[in-house]
């Protein structure tokens, strides 16, 4: 079994900063991509940012140059650093890995249960 496990959401005022941690546990052999999505209410799951194993980013204009992820492949967490949040930015926030559990077998995604990150005064 393998599971996902997000922290460090919360309430913070427009213009502050949030940095959410992912951690993942259980039996895994490799984790490929890492990603962060949002889903704020009546709305679509949306991308936040990606990031590979080498360290490749990916990022839609909403939130570049504000947000930035990470990673620790030791540890197998994933991070997003949020600056200059914004009440828009409000939504429940879903960390993703794509994973091997044995060698050969197809990637799997798997999903964090997500966290939430409200920005308002």
């Known amino acids: 079994q393998v599971q996902l496990v997000e922290s460090g959401g919360g309430l913070v005022q427009p213009g502050g900063s949030l940095r959410l941690s992912c951690a993942a546990s259980g039996s895994i052999f490799s984790i490929n991509d890492m990603g962060w999505y949002r889903q704020a209410p009546g709305k679509q799951r949306e991308l936040v940012a990606t990031?590979?194993?080498?360290?490749?980013?990916i990022y839609p204009d909403s939130v570049k140059g504000r947000f930035s992820i990470s990673r620790n492949n030791a540890n197998n967490t994933v991070f997003l650093q949020m600056n200059s949040l914004k009440p828009e930015d409000t939504a429940v926030y879903y960390c993703?890995?794509?994973?091997?559990?044995?060698?050969?077998?197809?990637?799997?995604?798997?999903w964090g249960q997500g966290i939430q990150v409200t920005v308002s005064s």
């Open positions: 990031i590979t194993r080498d360290g490749s980013t």
């Open positions: 993703k890995m794509q994973m091997q559990r044995y060698w050969g077998q197809r990637g799997i995604d798997v």
